[in-house]
């Protein structure tokens, strides 16, 4: 999966994934939706973000959930 907009920096908000060029993280971003608020109050909220940047963060959200950790023996 790409992810253009979806960046992770370990000197931006300790290496959270963040949306580019904001200290926005994804978790932010996705706990909002969770709560309730629409697209369009996160978008009036954080005018500094984009419609695709949100969506993105759902795409994250998505992938994220379906990653495994595979513990290799030594």
């Not at 960046?7 to 949306?19: E, F, L, N, S």
């Amino acid at each position: 999966m790409i992810l253009n907009r979806i960046k992770v920096d370990p000197a931006i908000m300790t290496g959270r994934p963040c949306i580019r060029g904001t200290r926005v993280t994804v978790g932010t971003v996705i706990g909002l939706l969770a709560a309730g608020c629409s697209i369009e109050e996160i978008l009036a909220d954080y005018p500094y973000i984009q419609r695709a940047d949100i969506l993105e963060c759902l795409s994250w959200a998505a992938y994220r959930t379906e990653e495994q950790e595979v513990v290799i023996q030594a």
